[in-house]
C-alpha cells in the first residue's frame, strides 16, 4: 500500500498522468506539454489484439520513447498488459521521465477511446496483485485470463514468473536487478542513445548477448517448454507470457507458445488481426532527431 502511495505521490509531482477532458478537449495540458490530439497526422495501424510485457517503468532501461511511439501507432479493441509494466523492485532508485509519462498517457487515452485493458500483474509489479478483481483507471487488474482469437484459439495469457523456480538455473538472466545484466543494460542505453543521435534505428546490446551464451539459450527453451507443459495441462490451444525478455511464436507439442518480448531490450509485441492471425511486432524506429525533420520517421516491421 505504501509503495501504491508513493507511485500516486511520484504522478502528483510530475503533474496528472492525463489531462483533463475538458483540457484534451482544449488541447492544452497543464503541465504545457504538446497535446497528444496536436500531434502531426500519423499511420494508425489497427489491431484485433496487441499484448505487451516487461516494460519495467520506473527504471532507466524502459525504452519509453520508442514504446511511446508504438502505443501511438497502434491501435486494438483490446490491450492487454502482461506484467512488469511498473518496476515496483526499483522504488528506492525511482526513475521517471517524461517519455514514462507519455506512455501512461497513450494507455489511458486507449482506455478513453475505448479500448479493453487488462493488466496481469508480473512479479517486479507484485503489489498490483493485491488489485486482483478490481479496474483501476478503467483497467481491469487479473491474475491470469484466456483470450479467445478471432479463429478461436484459446490462449492462456499470464505474466510466467511462476515458472523461474521450476527451472532454477541460470537465474541472471530473468533479473534486471541482477550486476552483469544491468550493466549490460547500461553500456546497451549509452549505444542507443549514441544511435539515436546518429539516427539509427535501435539495436540491443544485452539482447545480443544475451543470444549469444549459450547458458542463456538453454534457460529459454527450457523455460518455454515449462511453460507449454503448463499450458497444456489447462486444456488451452495456446499461452502468451512474457517475463524472460525473449519474443517468441512457436509450436511446442500440441501448444502454441507466444512470447510477447519486452521494452527494455527487444521491443515488441504480440499483435493479433482482425482475421486472428498472431505476429511479433518489433518497433525499431529512428526517433527524430532534436532538429525537427520534414517527413516523420515510418515505422519499420521487422519480420521476427
Ligand atoms: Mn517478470
Same mark, same amino acid.
Request: proline share 0%.
Given at each position: 500500500m505504501q509503495k501504491v502511495a508513493r507511485i500516486l505521490a511520484e504522478a502528483a509531482r510530475h503533474g496528472n498522468f492525463a489531462p483533463k477532458t475538458s483540457e484534451r478537449r482544449q488541447g492544452r495540458d497543464p503541465r504545457g506539454l504538446p497535446p497528444l490530439e496536436n500531434r502531426p497526422p500519423r499511420a494508425v495501424r489497427r489491431h484485433r489484439t496487441l499484448f505487451i510485457s516487461d516494460i519495467h517503468l520506473g527504471t532507466r532501461g524502459c525504452k519509453a520513447d520508442l514504446l511511446a511511439d508504438f502505443l501511438a501507432h497502434n491501435d486494438c479493441e483490446v490491450l492487454y498488459?502482461?506484467? &512488469? %509494466?511498473? &518496476?515496483?523492485?526499483?522504488?528506492?532508485r525511482w526513475y521517471w521521465s517524461e517519455a514514462q509519462d507519455r506512455v501512461v498517457r497513450e494507455v489511458l487515452r486507449k482506455v478513453d477511446e475505448g479500448t479493453e485493458v487488462i493488466y496481469v500483474p508480473g512479479n517486479h509489479d507484485?503489489?498490483?496483485? &493485491?488489485? %486482483?478483481?478490481r479496474s483501476v483507471a478503467g483497467i481491469a487488474v487479473v491474475r491470469e485470463t484466456v483470450h479467445e482469437t478471432a479463429q478461436g484459439v484459446r490462449l492462456l495469457v499470464l505474466?510466467? &514468473?511462476?515458472?523461474d523456480g521450476v527451472i532454477g538455473c541460470a537465474k541472471w538472466l530473468a533479473h534486471v536487478g541482477d550486476r552483469a545484466y544491468s550493466l549490460a543494460l547500461r553500456l546497451n542505453d549509452g549505444l542507443h542513445a549514441i544511435r539515436r543521435w546518429l539516427g539509427l534505428p535501435y539495436w540491443s546490446l544485452s539482447a545480443y548477448l544475451k543470444r549469444a551464451v549459450k547458458n542463456a539459450v538453454e534457460y529459454v527453451s527450457r523455460y518455454e517448454e515449462i511453460v507449454a507443459r503448463a499450458a497444456a495441462q489447462r486444456g488451452v490451444d495456446g499461452v502468451v507470457c512474457g517475463h524472460i525478455h525473449h519474443a517468441e511464436m512457436r509450436r511446442i507439442g500440441d501448444i502454441l507458445y507466444l512470447n510477447d518480448g519486452d521494452w527494455v531490450e527487444s521491443c515488441s509485441a504480440l499483435a493479433e488481426d482482425a482475421f486472428g492471425n498472431l505476429e511479433i511486432l518489433r518497433w525499431a524506429i529512428a526517433p527524430p532527431r532534436s532538429v525537427p525533420q520534414p517527413a516523420h520517421p515510418t515505422p519499420a516491421f521487422i519480420p521476427a
Open positions: 498488459l502482461v506484467g &512488469d %509494466i511498473v &518496476d515496483g523492485w526499483q522504488f528506492k507484485e503489489f498490483l496483485r &493485491d488489485y %486482483i478483481g505474466h510466467g &514468473d511462476q515458472f
